[in-house]
């Protein structure tokens, strides 16, 4: 895909939900593990006028940070998922807290998360005068919480086939799979816990 492609991609996508464009709205892509946001935050991080924020509550971020380590090769066509933020690695550590990707991952819109607000705005602050391309696969349960923070930004959630996208973590994860650590894959433990008040029913014996 060319450059060109991947602007009119991005203009076709922010048309459709969007009025208009503009230069400062921030762009949040989000979706469950192996559900292609990847692939699209990709495509429209080619758009010159973006600024791309690779999965910003990955716990951890601090090692993709200060070391340039191998992407998965699933994720065809990327090959530094954090260049833009490295060189502001201490901006952004400075007020990056591992409990971001992994505790209140449920959120609902009349709740208040100060300190993400408050590391979400400082990302963006980091853009410039460029769009903030946000790429998550933490976000999801959150939502609702994002969307009244940020009541002007783009929101594209991506939904897969529960069965495509189990089939595609299988494959991806083979040897984690054989090895019986299937439940930590894509950290199904973590939010399995999070979601322990709001569904008890995913500790139920039957489930077990």
């Known amino acids: 895909m060319t450059k060109r492609d991947a602007q009119n991609l991005f203009e076709a996508i922010t048309a459709r939900v969007a009025a208009s464009f503009h230069r400062r709205r921030p762009v949040f892509i989000t979706g469950r593990f192996r559900s ?6 990709n495509i429209l991080r080619q758009e010159p006028r973006t600024f791309g924020i690779y999965e910003p509550l990955h716990d951890s971020l601090p090692a993709y940070l200060h070391h340039e380590l191998a992407t998965d090769p699933s994720h065809h066509g990327l090959t530094d998922y954090f260049r833009e933020l490295r060189p502001q690695a201490a901006t952004v550590l ?16 009349n709740e208040t998360y100060p300190e993400l607000k408050a590391y979400l705005d400082r990302l963006m602050e980091l853009a410039g005068g460029k769009i903030p391309l946000f790429k998550f696969v933490r976000m999801d349960f959150r939502l609702p919480w994002l969307r009244r923070q940020f009541p002007d930004a783009v929101i594209i959630h991506i939904h897969r086939n529960p069965r495509e996208q189990w089939l595609s ?8 799979f054989a090895e019986a650590n299937w439940l930590s894959v894509y950290q199904l433990n973590t939010f399995a816990a999070s979601q322990l008040f709001c569904v008890p029913e995913i500790f139920a014996p039957e489930v077990k």
Not at 169 to 176: L, Y
């Open 36 to 41: 292609g946001t990847s692939a699209l935050w």
């Open 94 to 109: 400075a007020h990056f807290r591992p409990e971001f990707g992994a505790c209140r991952l449920t959120l609902a819109a």
């Open 169 to 176: 973590m299988r494959a991806r994860e083979s040897k984690e």
